[in-house]
Every structure is written in C-alpha cells, then in structure tokens.
Nanobody, 126 residues
Framework: QVQLVESGGTLVQPGGSLRLSCAAS????????IAWFRQAPGKGREGVSC????????YYADSVKGRFTISRDYLKNTVYLQMNTLKPNDTAVYYC???????????????????WGQGTQVTVSS
C-alpha cells in the first residue's frame, strides 16, 4: 500500500492562498492518478480535484473550479493543490488518495481510491 503524507494546511484569512502537498515515500506516484478530498466538521467527504497519472487530465468540484489548481511534480514525487481566493467554507481537513490502478479520474470525482493520507487541516478565518 502506498504511504501518502499531506502537508501545507494552516490558518489563512479569507481571500488568501495555500498550497497543499501530497508526497509518497518508497514508491513512485507516477503510476497513479491522485485525488484530493476534504471533510468539513459535521459534513461528509467531498471530492475536490483529481489528476491523471500523465497529468494531462484534471477535474474539479464546481465549488473550487477557477480557484484551485491540481498539479504534479514527477521528480519530487509529489502532487500539489494550489488554493487561491480561499473562503470560510473551504475550511476542512484535506486528504489525498490514490485512484485505483486500472481506473481513472472521473468528472464527478467518484471512483475507487485505495491509499489515503492522514489529512492536513485548512482553516479559513479572519
């Protein structure tokens, strides 16, 4: 199983920016499509974005489209989520996950996900 570690979450003011990282150790992420999810207090898990293993296909939730950008750095074995123009309702724990090999990112951000990180807290508040 792939070990994923998210980082970059912190407290930020509304309108601010953050970049989250999803890194793996001991295994290359190059073979995996990677998705970001989030879970706010008292709410269910929500798909945020997904990037194919080639990086050529990306999908976003409507709530973040135009504000968030997913990307990957193959040399650093890391996937990023750049979050701009943050809003209070972006407050959540953010998780990355591997898309099951043999399957792909889906536009509705559903699918099968096998390995998860422990999450990183993003709090948007003044």
């Amino acid at each position: 199983q792939v070990q994923l570690v998210e980082s970059g979450g912190t407290l930020v003011q509304p309108g601010g920016s953050l970049r989250l990282s999803c890194a793996a150790s001991g295994v290359t992420l190059n073979y995996y499509a990677i998705a970001w999810f989030r879970q706010a207090p008292g709410k269910g898990r929500e798909g945020v974005s997904c990037i194919s293993n080639s990086g050529g296909t990306t999908y976003y939730a409507d709530s973040v489209k135009g504000r968030f950008t997913i990307s990957r750095d193959y040399l650093k074995n890391t996937v990023y989520l750049q979050m701009n123009t943050l809003k209070p309702n972006d407050t959540a724990v953010y998780y990355c996950a591997t898309v099951r090999r043999g399957t792909s990112c889906r536009p509705n951000l559903g699918g099968f996900f096998d390995s998860w990180g422990q999450g990183t807290q993003v709090t948007v508040s003044s």
